[in-house]
Nanobody
Framework: QVHLVESGGRWVHTGGSLVLSCAAS????????MGWFRRAPGKDREFVAG????????FYAAYAEGRFAVSKDNAKNTLYLRVNNLKPEDTAVYYC??????????????WGQGTQVTVSS
């Protein structure tokens, strides 16, 4: 079955950067559009960024444009999310997902357990 494991979440100072990884396993686990989502304290889960099946095209939420970069390493079956100039508002549990449908507001079939990112001054 499809299995996703996020890693890389940590505490970071405001203005810092980090890279999150999502290792995909299982039959065709990374052969679909994949995305990153986050859930901040007291808020609903929201879309952050994603890639199409080939990993060539990237998509970003409006707030993520510029500071976030999503990429997919097909050989390693891994999705990455690089975040620069982190802000306290970025504090959230970040989730990756696959089996996503970009044309349906990024609904996805499979989800990882999430990785915590904490940003403070």
């Amino acid at each position: 079955q499809v299995h996703l494991v996020e890693s890389g979440g940590r505490w970071v100072h405001t203005g810092g950067s980090l890279v999150l990884s999502c290792a995909a396993s299982g039959r065709a686990a990374s052969d679909y559009a994949m995305g990153w989502f986050r859930r901040a304290p007291g808020k609903d889960r929201e879309f952050v960024a994603g890639v199409n099946r080939s990993g060539v095209s990237a998509f970003y939420a409006a707030y993520a444009e510029g500071r976030f970069a999503v990429s997919k390493d097909n050989a390693k079956n891994t999705l990455y999310l690089r975040v620069n100039n982190l802000k306290p508002e970025d504090t959230a549990v970040y989730y990756c997902a696959t089996g996503c449908f970009p044309d349906t507001e990024w609904s996805c079939d499979y989800w990882g357990q999430g990785t915590q990112v904490t940003v403070s001054s």
